[in-house]
Nanobody
Framework: QVQLVESGGGLVQAGDSLRLSCAAS????????TGWFRRTPGKEREIVAA???????YYADSVKGRFTISRDNAESTVYLQMNSLKPEDTAIYYC????????????????WGQGTQVTVSS
């Protein structure tokens, strides 16, 4: 069992940066793939970035070059550094974990946090 708690969301202006954190508890976190997803009203949860237990990464095209996923296994924490934020990045951001390999499909993620709101004003 893995428990996830996100933090770091907020209201920022276009062009600003934010860093989201996802603190994990429970066993074997370091062997899980972790991912950041986001959801806006009326839309499905979509992948933003993911990192496998071995360090391989995946980024959605919309965030490549702006967002960076990283993890600190010693602290059982996953981060999402978001730079050059745009109004279209406004969403609830969720952290997920799965024992599957690097994956962008939210259906294969077994564990989820409660989400943190990110709002980017123009």
């Amino acid at each position: 069992q893995v428990q996830l708690v996100e933090s770091g969301g907020g209201l920022v202006q276009a062009g600003d940066s934010l860093r989201l954190s996802c603190a994990a508890s429970g066993r074997a976190f370091s062997s899980h793939t972790t991912g950041w997803f986001r959801r806006t009203p009326g839309k499905e949860r979509e992948i933003v970035a993911a990192m496998s237990w071995s360090g391989n990464t995946y980024y959605a095209d919309s965030v490549k070059g702006r967002f960076t996923i990283s993890r600190d296994n010693a602290e059982s924490t996953v981060y999402l550094q978001m730079n050059s934020l745009k109004p279209e990045d406004t969403a609830i951001y969720y952290c997920g974990a799965t024992r599957s390999g690097l994956a962008g499909n939210p259906r294969v993620y077994d564990y989820w946090g409660q989400g943190t709101q990110v709002t980017v004003s123009s």
